[in-house]
């Protein structure tokens, strides 16, 4: 296995072009990590064909700008939720198109755990219950939900009748934290897999950093394991950073180090004490 260091500044680069391309195509873009955005293209397309429309261009700009190395996944839909479910359907350089009257249908065909933020201890809880695919959850009501999930049962239902925000909404307030956090799957757990998932994490950090055009003074570091046991770490960085690489080679021997001791489930890191980048 040959590892190759990341390039922070490519990435942004890229990063940076793609948004320029979708800007010219929407009215509202929101960013939601590195490589991933929500686009209203309704002023633009108006109507279900124009957005395939839409599509297509914004694919075609992005391999004769950014270059055909690049591809990119494309989900048309009424809110944010199925957008997301329709360009995680198809991948590669997918492009899947869900009307709301093909909502229930699509939504068939897709796992529990296709619906974003439902990870493995949420699936066996719902199994736990008797309910192994989305049309099953969408005949839930709504008080076993929440008597089972609290108010995250509010999601679970409003999610298997693909309901979500119409509206794409931009950010508008300076963040007090970033985040981002990943669940491994079983299959990827070999230190190096681990290492490497938890540098794209420390990147995505690090880019919205700096697309906010703030720095971290200190940084938190969340392991979880299979018994669900958590632990936070606090570290104070020595000086503000907005580098993905800096704040991944300060994270990584903690998080190695806990996966020597017991494989890790879950990986995370958190940028803190935010700082305009200008008084770095």
Known sequence: ????????????????????????????????????????????????????????????????????????????????????????????????????????????????????SIGPRIVRHLEGLGIFSVAQLRTQPLPLLLHSFKQYGTFLYTAARGQGYSEVREDTEPPKSISHC??????????????????????NVAWRLRKHSLAARAFAITVGSDDLHFASQHRQLDAPTQDGLILFREAWPTVAKQHEQEPVRLIGITAIQLVPAHHQ
């Open 1 to 116: 296995l040959m590892m190759v260091s990341g390039d922070p500044r490519k990435y942004s680069q890229m990063t940076d072009r793609l948004l320029s391309i979708l800007h010219r195509y929407a009215t509202r873009v929101a960013q939601t990590s590195i490589d991933e955005a929500y686009v209203d293209v309704t002023d633009t397309a108006q109507d279900w064909m124009g957005a395939v429309g839409v599509a297509l261009c914004i694919r075609e700009a992005v391999t004769k700008e950014i270059g055909p190395y690049v591809t990119i996944s494309i989900g048309i839909a009424s809110n944010t939720l199925m957008a997301k479910m329709a360009s995680d359907a198809e991948k590669p350089n997918g492009l899947t198109m869900v009307r709301p009257e093909d909502q229930e249908a699509f939504l068939n065909t897709r796992s529990l755990q296709d619906i974003p």
């Open 182 to 203: 990943y669940t491994l799957p079983h299959r990827e757990r070999a230190p190096d897999q681990v290492r490497a998932t938890y540098m794209r994490l420390c990147e």
